[in-house]
């Protein structure tokens, strides 16, 4: 940024002030977060697991198999990062899109260097609730993604009909709520695809987008997301950023 821009931008900001992507609190200029926030950021360290994303000592899975391949996320869903999904599902940040989709993508690069996909493509929304709403992040996230890792962007899946929301719902629950609620909605031809979601916590509507891209000529997806849940024993929300 040029010094002249970088007056602009500090001016605009006088009269509209930048705001914090996590908590929405009021920032310096060329922030994109409070200090607060910063300090409670809780990343997930390699090496990782690759059945559920944790770190592998904090890891609790048992290896459980879902039907996509693994998935990497570089937080954990708690504390500022949890603010931060909750406000993107209800405000579309342009900021916020690019500091996830940026830190989504670091971690795949890491756990994956050689970037070995074909297409990155996102979980759906009922189109009821897309008009509603007027975006899904996940879709935004995806796009950055595409973007930022110079891949193909594919709209491959839809979500058929409306289910409860997920939250709130025990692990089972999950599961039966997402079963057959997804289908693949164009001709599909990638065989390794990184599929985008906001967050995974069961793992139950990945799972179930995964089984339909598998069922449609994909060999392996890989999931990559904000944040995952803790590990149950992780006592802290915040750990060194």
């Known amino acids: ?28 200029p060329l922030q994109l977060s409070c200090s607060e926030c910063r300090t409670a950021i809780s990343k997930v360290k390699p ?12 890891c609790k899975c048992q290896k459980k198999r879902h039907a996509y391949d693994r998935v990497i996320a570089p937080f954990y869903y708690e504390g500022a990062v949890r603010e931060g999904v909750l406000r993107l599902k209800k405000w579309d940040d342009p900021q916020a899109v690019s500091f996830f989709a940026l830190q989504m993508a670091a971690a795949v690069r ?3 260097p050689d970037l070995p996909f074909d297409a990155v493509c996102f979980t759906p929304m009922i189109q009821k609730d897309l008009r509603k709403r007027e975006y899904n992040q996940s879709e935004l ?4 993604m595409a973007q930022l890792l110079q891949l193909p962007f594919c709209d491959a899946l839809e979500k058929t009909y409306e289910t409860k929301p997920q939250k709130g719902l025990d692990r089972a629950a999950r599961s039966g709520n997402v079963l057959g609620v997804f289908d693949v909605k164009e001709p599909f031809s990638a065989h390794s695809v990184l599929l985008v979601d906001d967050v ?8 179930e987008c995964a089984k ?19 590990p149950p024993q992780k006592e802290t929300s915040a750990v060194d950023a």
């Not at 996230?141 to 950055?144: D, W």
């Open 1 to 28: 940024m040029s010094r002249f821009r970088q007056f602009l931008y500090v001016l605009s900001c006088f009269f509209f002030p930048e705001r914090c992507i996590f908590c929405n609190k009021t920032i310096e």
């Open 47 to 58: 090496p990782l697991c690759p059945f559920c994303g944790s770190h592998k000592e904090d």
């Open 110 to 112: 890491r756990e994956l």
């Open 141 to 144: 996230l995806a796009k950055k």
């Open 200 to 207: 995974v916590t069961t793992g139950a509507t990945a799972h």
């Open 212 to 230: 339909m891209l598998k069922l449609y000529g994909a060999e392996t997806v890989t999931v990559s997301t904000i944040a995952i849940t803790p």
